[in-house]
């Protein structure tokens, strides 16, 4: 029996080695990336200029594609489709994970489908006025909406997006109503703002903070947890006492299922990459603060985010089993 129970510890071990053993040698052939939104927007190009500077490490090439469309769910549902060899890794980020599969079925669960690399990005949110809007604070906003209920309207794009929570949040914790004003393109709904056919708009630092720049428009508050580098002298919603922030989060997954020793190797190659010069250029250019996060990390923010985005979903009713 002994001699027996020594064979079968001995081939275990042996096994583990020739597990390591066979992928020795990944990658030892391209990579491909899916980006999940369209070519030219911040998932795009921040994955771009990851993947140029990680296929250095991993020394074979790193070829983006763009599978776009509903909101970012069908390139991540490409992914999790996708053979788990570490071939095939993609943009996973937090709206397809933790909005999308309360109000949609989708073919994919957040929980159980992906194996995440990392988080890299951190978008972030906040309402703005005209640089000539009677609203100098957000104080002064909040007061006029006390006084003339329903009046003040917001522009944003898209139902149940954070932009749109932010204001609801806000609006709950003051007992006020204002009126959304949905539009389908965010220059539009900028547009709106600046001409005048709206109060505010609620938008990402990159759709705003060129006009903020050239003195066309001002931020009243960051509804993130941080404050906006770029508009470093405006406070957070929590700095002025609300109990809320609303960020959403750039990030690279895989299929369930590929193994450890590959996705070590991708893991070490992208937080490397996310240190590199040209890569924080870009980021700096398209407005969204690097914000590491490791798997683990990632994976509770997908947690958290899936059951507080639920509870604002079925709020504004749109949850899937209202539609039923």
């Given at each position: 029996m002994k001699g027996k129970s020594f064979l079968?510890?001995?081939?275990?071990?042996?096994?583990?080695?020739?597990?390591?053993?066979?992928?020795?040698?990944?990658?030892?052939?391209?990579?491909?990336?899916?980006?999940?939104?369209?070519?030219?927007?911040?998932a795009d190009l921040s994955s771009r200029a990851l993947a140029k500077k990680a296929e250095k490490i991993l020394g074979q090439p790193i070829m983006v594609v763009n599978k776009v469309g509903a909101a970012g769910t069908i390139g991540v549902a490409a992914l999790a489709a996708s053979k788990a060899d570490g071939y095939m890794i993609g943009v996973t980020t937090y709206g397809p994970l933790t909005m999308s599969p309360h109000m949609v079925d989708l073919p994919y669960n957040p929980f159980k489908d992906f194996e995440y690399i990392m988080g890299y990005g951190r978008y972030m949110y906040g309402p703005c006025v005209r640089s000539d809007s009677q609203f100098n604070t957000l104080k002064d906003l909040i007061q006029y909406a006390k006084d003339n209920p329903g009046k003040v309207k917001f522009s944003h794009v898209g139902l149940a997006t954070?932009?749109?929570?932010?204001?609801?949040?806000?609006?709950?914790?003051?007992?006020?109503?204002?009126?959304?004003?949905?539009?389908?393109?965010?220059?539009?709904?900028?547009?709106?703002?600046?001409?005048?056919?709206?109060?505010?708009?609620?938008?990402?630092?990159?759709?705003?903070?060129s006009y903020i720049k050239a003195g066309r428009l001002r931020l009243l508050?960051?509804?993130?947890?941080?404050?906006?580098?770029?508009?470093?002298?405006?406070?957070?919603?929590?700095?002025?006492?609300?109990?809320?922030?609303?960020?959403?989060?750039l990030?690279?997954?895989?299929?369930?299922?590929?193994?450890?020793?590959i996705m070590d190797k991708l893991r070490d190659a992208f937080k490397k990459a996310i240190d590199d010069p040209e890569f924080l250029e870009v980021m700096k250019r398209i407005y969204i603060p690097v914000a590491y996060r490791s798997a683990e990390?990632?994976?509770?923010?997908?947690?958290?985010?899936?059951?507080?985005?639920?509870?604002?979903?079925?709020?504004?009713?749109?949850?899937?089993?209202?539609?039923?």
């Open positions: 079968v510890i001995l081939v275990a071990i042996l096994s583990l080695g020739l597990t390591d053993f066979a992928w020795a040698d990944y990658p030892d052939r391209p990579i491909t990336l899916i980006a999940n939104y369209s070519a030219g927007g911040g954070p932009n749109h929570f932010g204001m609801v949040y806000l609006a709950k914790a003051e007992g006020i109503k204002w009126e959304p004003v949905i539009f389908k393109e965010t220059p539009a709904a900028v547009a709106a703002c600046l001409g005048g056919h709206v109060d505010l708009v609620s938008q990402n630092p990159g759709d705003v903070v508050v960051s509804f993130s947890d941080i404050r906006w580098e770029w508009v470093p002298d405006v406070p957070t919603a929590r700095e002025l006492g609300y109990k809320f922030d609303v960020t959403s989060w990030a690279l997954g895989a299929p369930r299922g590929v193994p450890k020793p990390e990632y994976q509770k923010l997908v947690e958290t985010g899936y059951k507080e985005n639920e509870a604002m979903i079925l709020e504004l009713g749109l949850h899937k089993s209202q539609k039923k």
